[in-house]
């Protein structure tokens, strides 16, 4: 039977291993060179002095150069307000996003919006348009009835001018049968003189026929002069104007077209008062229902191209009115705020010349001082959108207007840098 050794077993002792070792010992290291000549003897002298001299010109330069880190980029902040109290139902943008130019910004929907207002218009508006149509149908009432009439009166007309007619024909004929009877006496006269002078008949006879004579002409006259009044008559009742006796001048259809023109023209002026009434209920419903959409639903339009800088609700959250929704700013007008000491203010004059490099960049812009940010312009100081931190002391704000950024840039604002006033004019190189 073979006898098997563990793996473990078979390998050497740690003190074996060391004691094998020992025989092998690494050789001694060889010696460093030491470096020859004046750099390698005294380079350790040039770095202190090099030292020592930036110090000294770091020192130098701040007493020429005026230099803060208290600066921040800052713009206005403009407040998005609602104008209706109710629920926030869409936000186009998020913090630190342009405004887009398509959709509204911000809606806000109010549906418990009060429409009592609105009511009131419609009924309004219903109320003067039953008035009108109630009016014109009356009017139009009317001039059917007055069209009756007309004819009525036509009618009236050709029988009346037909009747007098009639009656002037009557009178020719009795015209004619006194002019007959006339010419009849007219012989009776003549035979009755002849019989009378021969003493065959009496002078009563003779006297007798011409009284026949003279009634026979008389009656022919009358019966004349009553043709041509029957004539005018006719003439008279074709133009509706009667002038028999007991007539008041006018048929009973002139009477009622007068009244039913009077009537029309009260009709037209009322019809005329109420669809003026019309008019402007019905511009009262357009405002009301503009005034209810208004305040049933409101977009938020700013301006496009700004950016929003805080977001003062959500959608869903309910707002009131003339409440804040967001505040908004212009990336394209910026400028930087810088705390200086109070000292240094004589000598930073509105024109002065300030270098600003943001915090994580090496680039340098030029910028010109404006003028100091009193602190008791309240108002706007609520207004900025990032203020610098103030350092120990007594210290001023002072507001610099810098070059424009890329248009590719992202907003800045918000960003600290630090400034170098050049408030005395003497150049003296910078160390960063």
């Not at 006339?182 to 002849?194: D, F, G, Y």
């Not at 002139?254 to 039913?260: C, G, K, S």
């Not at 977001?311 to 212009?330: I, N, S």
Request: charged fraction near 25%; include cysteine; glycine fraction near 8%.
């Amino acid at each position: 039977m073979l006898d098997t050794v563990h793996p473990g077993l078979s390998k050497p002792l740690p003190f074996e291993e060391m004691r094998r070792t020992e025989s092998y010992a690494l050789p001694p290291p060889k010696p460093i060179p030491r470096p020859s000549g004046f750099w390698a003897r005294h380079w350790r002298r040039l770095l202190a002095v090099f030292l020592v001299g930036t110090a000294s010109a770091a020192l130098l330069q701040q007493q020429f150069i005026l230099a803060t880190e208290y600066a921040v980029v800052s713009a206005y902040t403009m407040p998005v307000r609602t104008p209706i109290g109710g629920e926030v139902t869409h936000l186009a943008a998020r913090a630190g996003e342009a405004i887009p130019s398509g959709p509204a910004f911000a809606r806000v929907e109010n549906l418990r919006a009060d429409p009592g207002r609105l009511l009131d218009a419609l009924v309004e508006r219903d109320r003067a348009r039953d008035e009108v149509g109630a009016l014109l149908g009356q009017i139009s009432t009317l001039e059917g009835l007055a069209a009756d009439v007309r004819a009525r009166r036509q009618v009236h007309r050709d029988f009346s001018a037909g009747h007098l007619m009639a009656q002037a024909s009557e009178a020719m004929e009795w015209r004619a049968a006194a002019l007959a009877r006339s010419q009849r006496t007219t012989l009776e006269v003549v035979r009755a003189t002849e019989l009378a002078r021969l003493g065959h008949a009496s002078q009563a006879a003779r006297e007798r026929a011409e009284a026949e004579q003279e009634s026979a002409r008389r009656e022919a006259a009358a019966q004349g002069a009553r043709i041509a009044s029957l004539g005018r008559q006719a003439e008279a009742a074709a133009s509706g104007v009667f002038t028999e006796l007991g007539h008041i001048g006018a048929s009973y259809a002139e009477q009622r077209l007068d009244e039913i023109a009077l009537r029309r023209s009260d009709l037209i002026r009322e019809a005329s008062r109420q669809q003026s009434a019309l008019t402007r209920a019905e511009r009262r419903l357009i405002e009301e229902q503009a005034q209810h959409e208004t305040q049933r639903a409101a977009l938020l339009n700013p301006m496009a191209g700004l950016t929003v800088w805080q977001l003062k609700a959500q959608p869903g959250q309910r707002v009131a009115a003339d409440e804040v929704v967001a505040e908004v700013l212009d990336c394209r007008d910026i400028f930087v705020l810088a705390a200086v000491p109070q000292t240094a203010l004589p000598s930073l004059s509105p024109g002065t010349t300030a270098r600003f490099r943001l915090a994580g960049e090496r680039q340098e812009r030029l910028g010109i001082v404006l003028g100091r940010d009193g602190e008791a312009s309240a108002h706007e100081s609520r207004n900025l959108a990032a203020r610098p931190g103030r350092p120990h002391g007594g210290s001023a704000l002072v507001r610099i207007a810098v070059e424009p950024f890329d248009a590719g840039t992202p907003c800045p604002v918000g960003r600290t840098g630090r400034v170098h006033f050049d408030s005395t004019g003497i150049s003296i190189p910078r160390l960063w």
